[in-house]
Structures are given as C-alpha cells and as structure tokens.
C-alpha cells in the first residue's frame, strides 16, 4: 500500500472507529487491526492517539470553516457599509456544516464524530477545537452584534451559547426528529433543514429581552416569645 493510501485508510478507519465508539474506547491497536496497517505506520505519519484524532477532526472542520469564513466576507463585501442580514450571517455558519452531513460518502460518520466532538469533556480536545475555531467565532461573533445592534453583548452571547446547542442538537439527533415528529429529516435535503434552523434562530436573537429577575428579599419574621 502507498504512503498516501495508507495514511488515507488509517485516518478513514479511525474516524469510523471514534465515531462509533468514542475516543477513549478506542486504542491504537484497534486502528490498525481494522485498517490492517502495522503500528509503526500510524507512529510515522501521526505521532500519537492525540495527534491522530486531531487530524480526523481537522480534515473535515477545516474545510468547512474556511467555506463560513468565505461565505461572510463575500456577504459583507456585498453589504457594502451596511450590516449583513442576520439571516445571512447564520445560513454562512450553518450551510457548509449541513452541507458536509448530506454527503453520502462522509455524512452519517461525520454526524457522529462532530456530535463526540462537541459532547466529550476530553480538556485536550476542548482546547484543540477552540484553536479551530479561532477564526470563526470572533467574525461571526462581530457579524452577529452588528446584525444586532440594539441587543446587549451580554444577551448576544447568551443566545449564541443557545444558538450553537440548537445547532449541534439538529445536526447529530435527526433520528429523534423522524422518530418523535415524523418528520422528513433526510440529510439529503438538508437545505430546508438549515431554513428552519435559520428562522428559529434568528427569532431567538430578536426575541424580547426581559428584565432581569428580581432577587428575592429575605424576610424576618419576628420570634415568637
């Protein structure tokens, strides 16, 4: 096997393997036993498990956040001096995610590896993710206070915590949404999905702020003697 296909079947073997099983219940031995390669290659072109599983990540996140990064600047170059949409400031960072679930090829593991990917507490890989993401979620975060200008940064950032479970949610449950709603949740059509996705979210940003809650006074209530 050539160099090139080897690496190509190890990284294809464990991102099947990572997302079926997770990343902890998957050793190196594992690996190459399933894509029948030695243990030494994986040591030759990754290094480590660690090294191993980043790159599975980053070949597929990659791609799709340089495709969210080019999608706002050419909607803000076509703004001009005015603010994107806030409708077209989300279709730019859910599109190329749903786009990639709906390729049969990469999709239905791709699914579960970005749901591991967002769920699992492993600090390391925590910490690898918010290096990925180092570009996008400042621009975006702009885009979305400019889309928002009379929203408090506090609130903006709150719904952007909600935005992205509502996201991560849809992407990785579709099962639930046929299962519960009968609803066709095909990845195949996966631009309706971002439709709703976008006017769902896009309500939660405008929604009303309500006033904070009051904190409750503490009451003394005389002793009786």
């Excluded at 079926?20 to 399933?34: E, H, M, Y």
Aim: aromatic residues 8%; positive net charge.
């Amino acid at each position: 096997m050539a160099t090139a296909d080897t690496k190509s079947q190890i990284l294809d073997t464990a991102e099947r393997l990572f997302a079926q099983k997770g990343f902890d219940a998957v050793s190196l031995r594992n690996i190459v036993t399933v894509a029948k390669v030695n243990l030494a290659a994986v040591h030759y072109h990754f290094g480590s498990k660690q090294s191993l599983l980043h790159t599975v990540v980053a070949r597929r996140l990659r791609p799709i956040n340089e495709e969210r990064l080019a999608g706002l600047a050419e909607a803000q170059t076509k703004a001009g001096k005015r603010p994107v949409k806030l409708e077209r400031v989300l279709e730019c960072l859910f599109l190329p995610l749903f786009r990639v679930q709906a390729d049969p090829k990469v999709g239905p593991a791709f699914s579960r590896l970005i749901g591991r990917v967002l769920f699992d507490r492993n600090a390391d890989l925590q910490k690898f993710m918010m290096s990925e993401l180092a570009e996008v979620i400042p621009q975006f975060s702009a885009a979305l206070d400019a889309a928002l200008p009379g929203l408090p940064k506090e609130e903006t950032d709150w719904r952007s915590h909600f935005m992205a479970g509502a996201m991560a949610h849809t992407l990785c449950n579709a099962d639930l949404l046929v299962r519960f709603t009968g609803t066709d949740a095909d990845a195949s059509d996966y631009e309706s999905t971002v439709r709703r996705l976008i006017d769902f979210t896009a309500a939660g940003f405008r929604a009303k702020v309500s006033p904070p809650p009051k904190k409750a006074r503490a009451k003394q209530t005389p002793r009786k003697k």
